[in-house]
């Protein structure tokens, strides 16, 4: 079985990673805030937000920490996944999910793209180079 998420939403903060002795691992850990978006019964505009944390390993997540800033859109894709913690006051172990990483985008408002909608996509390959992806704008969408 497989499974795939996808999340479009903007950093919280500016990602933060961790170095492991050994110096040849890292993990970088940030958050995701995505928007939903609707009208309630009485047709005013509310909106959800929903928070999600992330982990990107390596090189991938060290690339996430330098082009990356609080406020900047991102697009991730990954595999739910969840650590374990004891509670401080000795009851059940608290559970907490998170998206482990395996590719990314940037999103449309950053700073490090082009002005023509050309966002930049980091492969999972490292012996690929990273690929341009051609977004639409809202006019050329057929529907």
Known sequence: MFHETTLVGWLGAKP????????????????????????????????ITTWYQCKAWNGRGKTIAQYFEKGDMIIVVGRMRFDSKEDEHGGPNRIYPYLLVDDFKFGVNNKNNDSNGVSVTETSSASQQPQAVQTAEADDIPF
Do not use: C, H, L, M
């Open 16 to 47: 933060e990673t961790f170095e492991f002795d050994d110096s040849e691992r890292s993990v970088t850990n940030f958050r995701v805030a995505v928007n939903e978006r609707y009208k309630d019964s009485n047709g005013e505009r509310q909106t």
